[in-house]
């Protein structure tokens, strides 16, 4: 009896999985655009479709540029920033338009 018991909820859990909707995951697709026009995206960092994105000159990024580093930005509080900060010695330089920008040294 026990055994149907544990059976019939192990099918019941797996019956409630299979119902819940299915969604994307959180980032796919384009990245969002900056609210502002402080930060000129120029590709994705690691990838052609990283929401990370290398980033060129502006008023706003032009004191963080240094020619020993890349200027990477992601979308503030994204997977994508998060994945950036714990896999490459990103330094913190600013925010703007929903976007954090980081310095990363290169080599």
Aim: aromatic share 6%; proline share 7%; glycine share 10%.
């Amino acid at each position: 009896m026990m055994k149907k018991i544990l059976v019939l909820g192990a099918a019941l859990m797996l019956a409630a999985c299979e119902d819940a909707p299915q969604s994307d995951p959180p980032e796919t697709g384009a990245a969002p655009a900056p609210t502002n026009d402080n930060l000129p995206l120029v590709r994705g960092y690691r990838s052609e479709d990283d929401w990370c994105q290398l980033t060129g000159e502006s008023s706003f990024t032009g004191e963080f540029l240094d020619h020993a580093a890349d200027l990477v930005s992601c979308p503030t509080g994204s997977d994508a920033e998060q994945s950036l900060v714990e896999s490459h010695n990103a330094q913190l330089m600013g925010q703007t338009g929903g976007y954090t920008v980081y310095s990363i040294p290169l080599g």
